[in-house]
């Protein structure tokens, strides 16, 4: 059974600063993961779709990379904005054709 | 081009009630799946139609059933309602959908509809 898992739960950084965001799933036989960042009560706004095939995407201050065979993608986030601050979310699609979200990482950017 | 919009985006009901969320999914888009967001459980697949099709299933009880229209608009209802369903409930809309390939099954979210059970 896939689960994915998202470290830190919270972070809080100061604007400027370069961020590291990390997912982790447990079966590598994925076919895509996705970011997603949600505001507060709102709903999911799509930043990066990585195929399985792929290592990494980017866009604008925005890098992910992925790494089936540790069962890790990265969101690495450049020069932090406090409009920035959300919760990135990452999702996983399984061969099962299931789609299987992380928990979250709730990121605030000081400004 | 719209986005993926849901109607209502606030509803409050009570238990026993039964209730209908409505999704609109990005026009040429053919796959409709549903979500529910808790605090306590993250978000959760519900299930996924395309092509008016249910093509997949999350592990819900039989109480929350969905349609799609020919036109790919998708209704989810969930009856007998429970304190428990209170949640934010969201659609997203791709191409083709959870099973498609390439950039087709890249999922685009509406804003949801925020369901209370009292």
């Known amino acids: 059974k896939q689960e994915v898992t998202q470290i830190p739960a919270a972070l809080s950084v100061p604007e400027g600063e370069n961020l590291v965001l990390n997912c982790s799933f447990t079966?590598?036989?994925?076919?895509?993961l996705q970011w997603f960042r949600q505001d507060p009560g709102k709903g999911l706004t799509s930043l990066l779709l990585i195929q399985s095939s792929q290592r990494e995407q980017t866009s604008g201050r925005l890098n992910a990379s992925l790494d089936k065979s540790s069962g890790r993608s990265t969101l690495y986030i450049a020069a932090s904005q406090p409009g920035d601050s959300a919760t990135y979310l990452c999702?996983?699609?399984?061969?099962?054709?299931?789609?299987?979200f992380g928990p979250g990482t709730s990121l605030s950017v000081i400004p | 081009k719209a986005g993926v919009t849901q109607t209502p985006r606030y509803l409050i009901k009570t238990r026993g009630q039964q209730v209908t969320l409505s999704c609109s999914p990005i026009?040429?888009?053919?796959?409709v799946s549903w979500y529910q967001q808790t605090p306590g459980q993250g978000l959760q697949f519900l299930f996924e139609y395309f092509s008016e099709t249910q093509r997949n299933k999350g592990n819900f009880p039989g109480r929350f059933s969905g349609r799609q229209f020919s036109n790919s608009r998708s209704e989810m209802n969930v009856s007998t309602l429970e304190l428990g369903d209170s949640a934010l409930y969201l659609c997203?809309?791709?191409?083709?959908?959870?099973?498609?390939?390439?950039?087709?099954?890249?999922?685009?979210f509406g804003p949801g509809t925020r369901l209370t059970v009292l």
């Open positions: 999702a996983v699609k399984t061969s099962y054709d299931k789609v299987i």
């Open positions: 079966d590598s036989a994925i076919y895509n």
């Open positions: 997203a809309s791709s191409l083709a959908g959870i099973a498609g390939g390439g950039s087709y099954n890249e999922q685009f």
């Open positions: 026009s040429g888009h053919r796959s």
